[in-house]
């Protein structure tokens, strides 16, 4: 099924009929949002009995990862993830609506639009959020240990993946593109090799990290996108916010905003769990390896009649070199 493309005027009927179901009101100054690489977002404002109030619009295409795949949640389970996230007070958005079928509009879901800033480059630079950049490194390490003692039961559709299997679903990634690298190869091997021993399943985001966290100048409000979410090794979610590729030039290892000793402590206090600094360092190089096998996938798409399927993704596939040249920096440093 792919992601329902309207026009604003559509768009907005179809959005109007959905929430009339909740009381009578009207949507008022809907408009697309730039960003993101999967989901169509719109904000708007839903007035009804004299309130207006500010919300969101997500569509998204319906979830098709077969088995082995990289975790792709529905509408309906991210939604049901987040509430389960809120109720363990972890800043998750607040679903107003998930859409149905009959909607018309897709897969998706409507929730409370939340005032801050998404945008990375803005995030670790701006002057307005030098405040929010002091603490936000000690907030990520209590909102992480939030997240990883969140309750499972209900979230039966989070698949598990073991560090072995999850390194098994990238290399299958990266047989099924067209892209062969000395590189790649030798980092898969060295992956394998390192493979982490013990660890304790927990909910883990998979994709913490600046530009899925809104932040305003007392710091982070809120944490989006969902949608890879699975039951895995909690020290991913920690290397996963360490990578250079989302520190967005700033000069802090974690985020672009903070400091490793920070977040680890902070971690340690909420959680009453060490962190296993070897492991985040593993996870850290992991997940620029699976960076560089996303670049190299999106690079090498191409349409049905062989042509690529657009510069936006082939720009990004010219990007590869980077996360891989900060695997090899991490490994080094390793040795």
């Known amino acids: 099924m792919e992601q329902t493309v309207l026009d604003t005027q559509a768009a907005a009927d179809r959005l109007e009929r959905v929430l009339s179901r909740h009381g009578v009101g009207t949507v008022q100054n809907l408009r697309r949002l730039t960003g993101g690489a999967t989901k169509t977002t719109w904000s708007f404002e839903w007035v ?21 795949r990289v975790p792709k949640l529905s509408a309906r389970e991210d939604a049901a993830l987040m509430h389960v996230a809120r109720a363990g007070g972890v800043p998750a958005p607040v679903v107003r609506v998930v859409l149905s079928e009959a909607d018309g509009l897709g897969e998706g879901y409507v929730t409370e639009a939340v005032p801050g800033e998404t945008l990375g480059k803005r995030v ?3 002057e307005a959020f030098a405040g929010a950049r002091a603490s936000m490194a000690q907030q990520c390490g209590q909102i992480l240990a939030a997240i990883h003692r969140l309750p499972l039961q209900g979230l039966q559709f989070l698949q598990t993946l073991s560090p072995a299997q999850e390194l098994d679903v990238y290399a299958e990634l990266l047989r099924d593109c067209a892209v062969r690298h000395p590189a790649l190869s030798f980092a898969l091997r060295w992956v394998r090799e390192h493979l982490p021993a013990d660890w304790t399943p927990a909910l883990v985001h998979a994709d913490f990290r600046t530009g899925n966290l809104i932040v305003d100048p007392e ?3 809120c944490v989006l996108d969902w949608e890879i979410a699975r039951i895995g090794d909690p020290m991913q979610d920690l290397g996963v916010l360490c990578m250079r590729s989302w520190r967005f030039g700033g000069a802090g290892e974690v985020g672009g905003f903070g400091d490793r000793e920070d977040l680890y402590a902070a971690y340690e206090t909420a959680s009453g769990q060490p962190v296993d600094r070897a492991r985040v360092r593993f996870w850290e190089a992991f997940s620029n390896l699976k960076w560089a096998i996303a670049c190299a996938r999106r690079g090498s798409a191409i349409r049905s009649d062989g042509r690529p399927a657009s510069v936006e993704l082939c720009a990004v596939g010219r990007r590869m070199e980077e996360p891989l040249w900060d695997f090899f920096q991490l490994i080094q440093e390793a040795a």
């Open 124 to 126: 670790v630079n701006d």
């Open 48 to 68: 009804s009995g004299g309130v207006t109030e500010a919300l969101i619009l997500q569509q998204m295409p319906a979830a098709t990862a077969p088995a082995r």
């Open 219 to 221: 710091g982070v409000r």
